[in-house]
């Protein structure tokens, strides 16, 4: 940074044979943040460089890439298209079960890639299926048993077995796989965000999350509205990141 009056570009770290450190820069801080630590002023729009990825921005053009689809594209097909910095930006607001959910697409099934994504309609009925007149939650052998080892994965995934069993009105015995802290409702995350965040001036990033042990509170905002959301009602600016 000597004698410089701005933030060099991402091209000038690549030319100074510094990519490695540029790219270890975005995923501690990103570049804005590094620049105020050495008091360099950082110009985040410049010539011939795509704009930042804001959420309106993800949206506008997965809505256009999307249109006609029934089915989320696979990271290669996102590729394939020459999409792959949008995929990288779903990747970074809420990950693609958040983007899916919310055009209402289904996701290929990420263990064998064939079967569609688990929606909570198709879960519901295969519960039902599954339980029948039981009055307690089935065994994993049993939902292996049935072909529901997929959908089981799922749903440790995203609710939570606890939320399941709730929701078909049987019980969950003890060692059946409840996730570790319960369900991560709104409320739950909301509570655990304001205590986490209490005192700061800026949202903690993701490395912030993994120092203090709060990797899955993390995820759970990820997957429940996603970071931005979260960040903008607690009030908290978020540190830029590099597109």
Same mark, same amino acid.
């Given at each position: 940074?000597?004698?410089?009056?701005?933030?060099?570009?991402? $091209?000038? @770290?690549?030319?100074?044979? *510094?990519? =490695?450190?540029?790219?270890? +820069?975005?995923? =501690?801080?990103?570049?804005?943040?590094?620049?105020? &630590?050495?008091?360099?002023?950082?110009?985040?729009?410049?010539?011939?460089?795509?704009?930042?990825?804001?959420?309106?921005? +993800?949206?506008?053009?997965?809505?256009?890439?999307?249109?006609?689809?029934? &089915?989320?594209?696979?990271?290669?097909?996102?590729?394939?298209?020459?999409?792959?910095?949008?995929?990288? %930006?779903? #990747?970074?607001?809420?990950?693609?079960?958040?983007?899916?959910?919310?055009?209402?697409?289904?996701?290929? #099934?990420?263990?064998?890639? =064939?079967?569609?994504?688990? =929606?909570?309609?198709?879960?519901?009925?295969?519960?039902?299926? *599954?339980?029948?007149? $039981?009055?307690?939650?089935?065994?994993?052998?049993?939902?292996?048993?049935?072909?529901?080892?997929?959908?089981?994965?799922?749903?440790? %995934?995203?609710?939570?077995?606890?939320?399941?069993? #709730?929701?078909?009105?049987?019980?969950?015995?003890?060692? !059946?796989?409840?996730?570790?802290?319960?369900?991560?409702?709104?409320?739950? +995350?909301?509570?655990? *965000?304001? !205590? @986490?965040? %209490?005192?700061?001036?800026?949202? /903690? !990033?993701?490395?912030?999350?993994?120092?203090?042990?709060?990797?899955?509170?993390? %995820?759970?905002?990820?997957? #429940?509205?996603? +970071?931005?959301?979260?960040?903008?009602?607690?009030?908290?600016?978020?540190?830029?990141?590099? /597109?």
């Amino acid at each position: 940074m000597n004698g410089r009056s701005e933030w060099p570009t991402y $091209r000038e @770290f690549e030319r100074a044979g *510094l990519k =490695t450190l540029r790219d270890n +820069i975005t995923h =501690t801080g990103g570049a804005p943040h590094w620049a105020a &630590q050495l008091g360099v002023p950082y110009i985040e729009h410049r010539p011939g460089y795509a704009p930042v990825w804001t959420e309106e921005r +993800i949206r506008k053009e997965l809505r256009s890439y999307l249109a006609g689809r029934r &089915q989320w594209p696979s990271r290669k097909q996102f590729e394939r298209d020459g999409q792959k910095l949008l995929r990288d %930006a779903v #990747n970074r607001s809420g990950g693609p079960d958040r983007w899916a959910s919310e055009f209402r697409l289904s996701r290929p #099934n990420r263990l064998s890639g =064939t079967r569609r994504g688990w =929606t909570a309609d198709m879960i519901e009925a295969s519960l039902k299926a *599954l339980i029948g007149d $039981r009055t307690t939650w089935p065994s994993v052998s049993q939902f292996r048993g049935a072909g529901l080892g997929s959908m089981l994965v799922s749903m440790r %995934a995203h609710e939570g077995l606890e939320y399941w069993a #709730n929701r078909m009105g049987v019980k969950l015995e003890l060692g !059946s796989g409840r996730r570790r802290g319960g369900f991560w409702t709104e409320d739950r +995350i909301r509570d655990e *965000l304001r !205590s @986490f965040c %209490a005192g700061r001036d800026v949202w /903690p !990033s993701e490395r912030d999350f993994v120092a203090a042990d709060r990797r899955r509170l993390y %995820a759970a905002a990820s997957r #429940n509205g996603g +970071i931005a959301h979260w960040a903008a009602e607690l009030g908290l600016p978020r540190q830029r990141r590099r /597109p």
